[in-house]
């Protein structure tokens, strides 16, 4: 996918303008991009529109103008662009009791290691393969950014309606299933086309 820049930015003023409207297309863009799997991950899968609107975001609530500080939001969140013939997504550990936080942050560790997190499509796997410096030893984020490379079997597998295509979850302290719906296979078929 193409990088972001400065260009497909609207300045501050003109987004605070449009943004109502922008907002109601990016929740209905991700609506179709967001998948839980089981009631403790949830996955969005990123693209370009998603990450714009993630800028923007940014750009409003911190209040930058400065063109140097807009470029890191840019190569931040570049760096999350699904490239041609891979998915990006978000992964969201879901938890809001404040009193079982930490027991399920503790069953969570391990998670961003090894084969884990699944994409299962025409009968092949692949492992999400998660962005470093999210984890180590004794403690585990709730956000994570994990990147898939279907082959060009499981590709052709996630254009056939009649396929059945599932993300997973295996670990130790977690373990769930999901089947992709077709709206969100669409979505992951133009990211892979880039």
């Avoid at 820049?5 to 109502?20: F, N």
């Amino acid at each position: 996918m193409n990088q972001l820049t400065h260009d497909d930015l609207i300045a501050l003023d003109e987004y605070e303008r449009q943004r109502e409207a922008y907002r109601k297309t990016i929740i209905e863009l991700k609506r179709r991009r967001r998948i839980g799997i089981g009631d403790k991950v949830t996955m969005v899968f990123e693209n370009r529109e998603t990450l714009r609107f993630q800028i923007q975001e940014m750009i409003r609530v911190e209040r930058i103008v400065d063109r140097q500080k807009v470029q890191d939001e840019l190569d931040v969140y570049n760096a999350l662009l699904p490239s041609s013939g891979e998915l990006s997504a978000t992964l969201l550990i879901e938890l809001t009791e404040a009193d079982t936080m930490k027991h399920w942050l503790d069953l969570f560790m391990g998670l961003d290691h090894g084969q884990k997190l699944g994409l299962r499509a025409g009968g092949e796997v692949v492992y999400g393969e998660f962005e470093g410096g999210h984890s180590h030893e004794t403690k585990i984020s709730a956000v994570h950014f994990v990147r898939f490379r279907p082959t060009p079997a499981m590709i052709t597998a996630l254009a056939d309606p009649a396929v059945r295509v599932a993300l997973s979850v295996r670990h130790a302290g977690y373990e769930a299933d999901a089947e992709v719906p077709w709206t969100m296979r669409q979505e992951w078929l133009s990211d892979l086309r880039g």
